[in-house]
């Protein structure tokens, strides 16, 4: 079992529908980050975060960290947000990020 | 401000050839990671780098594997006999200096990737 669990895989979606997108962890964490990562591009960082909730534009971000869960959320989505999200935690101890598998997203018109 | 850049960009290799891979880290970032991302997979941790000194190289696969930051700044990933498996994408990343302690944590930030086939 992955200590990151990224939920679902893969996810297709049309023009404006509300995505989610579940990351599920097994080890105790100081931050987690949502990464977007467009093909043949590099990882951009979307959100770093060790509690609650956070909101950049139509992304928004969320942590349970007694659950070990957060989602990442897309409002209104558009053909563009299409990429690879990948969830990955800093463990409590050590400097390395641990990442998830990567889900990925398609948006159609 | 330039970002994190990595070259090459891609690099094609004959197995058992030698490769360098390079990482230019953003300016005064002290903290400096790497990563290998196979096709289909999530990135995996490599080696991290606290100044000139690998803070820990426990993700390194084997001895073929070794990086040096000899500068504090600049890294190279060298990877010698190369094998097919070693076909991925190789990420780096850094992040400004650690404040507070072992158990802070400041955001990484990544470089485009040097996409690596072994034949």
């Known amino acids: 079992k992955n200590e990151v669990e990224q939920s679902p895989q893969n996810l297709t979606a049309q023009e404006g529908e509300f995505i989610t997108i579940n990351c599920s962890y097994s080890?105790?964490?100081?931050?987690l980050h949502w990464l977007q990562q467009h093909p043949g591009g590099g990882i951009v960082s979307l959100f770093m975060l060790s509690s609650g909730k956070k909101k950049h534009g139509r992304l928004i971000a969320t942590i349970n960290i007694q659950e070990k869960h957060s989602s990442l959320h897309i409002t209104a989505s558009h053909p563009r947000d299409s990429a690879v999200y990948i969830c990955?935690?800093?463990?409590?101890?050590?400097?390395?990020?641990?990442f998830g598998e990567g889900t990925q997203l398609t948006v159609n018109p | 401000g330039a970002g994190v850049s990595q070259t090459p960009s891609n690099k094609v290799t004959e197995k058992g050839k030698y490769v360098e891979l390079r990482c230019d880290p953003i300016?005064?970032?002290?903290?400096l990671y790497w990563y290998r991302q196979s096709l289909g997979q999530g990135p995996e941790f490599l080696i991290y780098f606290q100044g000139t000194g690998a803070a820990d190289d426990s993700g390194l696969p084997n001895d073929r594997f070794f990086a040096v930051r000899p500068e504090g700044s600049v890294s190279t990933l060298k990877i010698q006999r190369t094998e097919r498996g070693d076909s991925a994408v190789y990420l780096c990343?850094?992040?400004?200096?650690?404040?507070?302690?072992?158990?802070?944590?400041?955001?990484?930030?990544f470089g485009p990737g040097t996409r690596l086939t072994v034949l």
């Open positions: 080890v105790g964490i100081s931050a």
């Open positions: 300016s005064g970032h002290t903290a």
């Open positions: 990955a935690v800093k463990e409590t101890s050590g400097s390395r990020l641990t």
């Open positions: 990343a850094s992040s400004p200096v650690l404040a507070g302690g072992p158990s802070s944590y400041n955001e990484q930030f």
